[in-house]
């Protein structure tokens, strides 16, 4: 299994409260993503970082922002939450671009805002 | 429009029996990938088979197969011999041609639920 962890796992937290979760590889892998998973959705990109202090916006970015100033940490960040993003959110990694490129989930973080 | 549409919500199907879960995507890219995934009750991710738009046989791993139709544009997979373990949610998803970063973002469809009827 690749090394990938999420913290906290789960977390409840009350609307306007800023909330930051951790994503840690122990595989010195590139490229990291954050998604998050909602029933009738699926898995949508959040943003994603392509090395240390790079990093973009994906398909579902308002109201995030990431930080990632080591190459084994990807933080994402609430700023102020709010109840439309209670989510499942999951961490992901691959190791280089190319045709074939799988990612690698972490176990995934349950967040809910009260 | 929707990259990735998966059409059905649940599906059973009786042990030991084979099924196809569908999966139709929307790419105007020539180079694309299409991924398998497999989300168990436990809530993890688990991959489970790759097909690129240019490989021109069938992706196979063990009882997995991709039946892959790329001028209908679509990318089933079919479990043989379907164990109680395989009861869990299934997500198709795709890659297109990556970034100018390298980056490979998944598109994920909605998922089907498989059940596994002893």
């Known amino acids: 299994d690749a090394g990938i962890t999420q913290s906290p796992r789960h977390k409840v937290t009350e609307t306007g409260t800023p909330v930051t979760l951790r994503c840690h590889q122990t595989e010195n892998h590139r490229y990291m993503y954050w998604y998050r998973q909602d029933p009738g959705h699926g898995l949508r990109l959040i943003h994603y970082?392509?090395?240390?202090?790079?990093?973009d916006k994906g398909e579902v970015s308002d109201g995030y922002s990431v930080s990632r100033s080591k190459t084994e940490d990807f933080l994402l960040t609430l700023e102020s939450a709010t109840s439309s993003q209670t989510s499942v959110y999951f961490c992901a990694i691959s190791e280089s671009s190319g045709e074939y490129n799988e990612q690698f989930f972490g176990p995934g973080t349950r967040l809910t805002v009260l | 429009a929707q990259k990735i549409t998966q059409t059905q919500p649940g599906m059973f199907v009786q042990e030991k029996e084979a099924v196809t879960l569908d999966c139709t995507y929307d790419?105007?890219?020539?180079?694309?990938?299409l991924f398998w995934y497999k989300q168990p009750s436990s809530g993890e991710m688990i991959f489970l088979i790759y097909q690129g738009s240019y490989d021109e046989q069938n992706a196979t791993e063990g009882r997995y197969s991709l039946n892959f139709q790329k001028a209908r544009k679509s990318a089933n997979l079919v479990i043989s011999a379907s164990q109680l373990g395989d009861s869990a949610m299934y997500f198709c998803a795709m890659r297109e041609a990556p970034h100018q970063t390298g980056a490979n973002n998944l598109f994920f469809g909605t998922g089907t639920r498989l059940t596994v009827i002893p």
């Open positions: 970082s392509y090395g240390v202090k790079d990093t």
């Open positions: 790419t105007s890219d020539q180079s694309y990938g």
